[in-house]
């Protein structure tokens, strides 16, 4: 994909945000184990970046995916994971159906707060006993006149204890698993909504990560995004531009190997810099061609679902990728950064931190196996 003049622009303008809005303050946000999401997101909507492929008509900019792109892979110049997280569930993960499905109505209520960044938004999906496994939900929403009445819990909610809506998943019939489920735009305010507990990770600090519980949750049926009973088909759409946002974030590996290189320049081993050393430069450039087809692969992917494609091989290859890529990356560089790398505050010791997560979240790499070996017709039919 070749980025036009108005692509680099609109990176320039993002990192100029990323720079002066979010670098200098995320060591206090890891810290915290939390960022001010709402302050965050408000100067990102105000400059049109949490709307960028969603509609005019709605507070968006309209424009095509590969600008969606450029934003997404500028969100790795941050310097945690946490963060560009919980932008990428605002723009990627919480909102697609929402935009593509919604009701006009739906969509001033809850998208258009959204894209300003007047609102938070949450994506209800995984839960206890189902976290990659999203036919096996066991929250119900269940019909009483006009309103649906929710019961249940979602786990691993990021941004749970400072959202405003959440995308929730349910099942509002007891039909089959893939066609019995329906994704619902639900106020957090609502009484019988809890947070249980902030849940303390391995990484991604910065973003707050929540257990939700919902006890006779009463919500209209016009809170419903598109048809009753698609909300699987939805969901699995979503998961589209969630895997695509995941594999983007590659920028993250680029700036870590950048990092890692200053850092063996400097670092002096026996009398050389440790860069010196063929087996480092050798296999930093190993990791840095792998990078690049990483990237190849993101923006054919893109590229395809610009032009309206199916995408969802592609977008799990690359999520695959990225995922043990990163792993890879982040376990050689801290290597070469010696005790330093082992330093808890040290950006490579994060990045190793941040990185475990993406071959868990958003479809474990086994899943992404899964989707993959069933396009190539090798899994076994059940």
């Known amino acids: 994909m070749l980025y036009t003049q108005e692509h680099l622009e609109l990176q320039r303008s993002v990192k100029k945000i990323i720079d002066t809005e979010i670098n200098p303050f995320v060591d206090e946000w890891e810290a915290a184990e939390i960022f001010p999401a709402h302050e965050v997101f408000k100067k990102l909507g105000s400059a049109g970046f949490l709307g960028i492929n969603k509609p005019v008509k709605f507070g968006g900019m309209g424009l095509d995916y590969s600008y969606q792109l450029a934003f997404i892979e500028t969100l790795g110049h941050i310097h945690c994971g946490g963060v560009p997280m919980a932008i990428g569930v605002q723009t990627d993960m919480a909102t697609p159906a929402l935009s593509r499905f919604g009701s006009d109505e739906l969509r001033r209520e809850f998208l258009v707060p959204s894209i300003a960044g007047d609102f938070v938004a949450c994506l209800g999906v995984s839960e206890t006993g189902a976290g990659s496994d999203v036919a096996s939900i066991r929250t119900v929403a269940r019909k ?59 990484g991604m600090w910065s973003s707050d990560t929540a257990q939700l519980f919902f006890d006779d949750v009463r919500v209209p049926q016009r809170f419903r995004i598109g048809e009753e009973g698609m909300g699987f088909t939805y969901q699995m759409q979503q998961f589209q531009e ?45 990791l840095k061609t792998e990078i690049e087809a990483l990237r190849a692969l993101v923006h054919n992917a893109a590229e395809r679902y610009v032009a309206g494609e199916d995408v969802t091989l592609l977008a799990s290859m690359a999520k695959l990728k990225a995922a043990r890529l990163g792993r890879e990356v982040a376990d050689s560089c801290l290597q070469f950064w010696g005790g330093m790398g082992y330093m808890w505050e040290s950006s490579v010791a994060r990045a190793f931190r941040d990185i475990r997560l993406s071959s868990i979240g958003g479809g474990a790499d086994e899943v992404m196996l899964g989707i993959i070996s069933k396009y190539m017709g090798t899994a076994p039919r059940r």
């Not at 995941?246 to 009398?271: H, K, M, P, S």
Request: proline residues 3%.
């Open 144 to 202: 009483d006149g006009g309103d649906y009445i929710i019961n249940g819990g979602k786990m691993w909610t990021t941004s749970g204890t400072q959202a405003d809506w959440i995308c929730l998943l349910a099942n509002t019939s007891d039909g089959a698993p893939h066609k019995n489920k329906t994704l619902i735009c639900v106020p957090m305010a609502t009484p019988g909504i809890s947070v249980a507990k902030k849940l303390k990770k391995v």
């Open 242 to 286: 969630e895997r695509l946002f995941a594999a983007a974030q590659w920028t993250v590996l680029d700036r870590i190997l950048r990092d890692t290189i200053e850092y063996t320049r400097q670092r002096q081993v026996f009398g050389q810099s440790v860069l010196d050393n063929q087996y480092v430069h050798f296999r930093l450039a190993e």
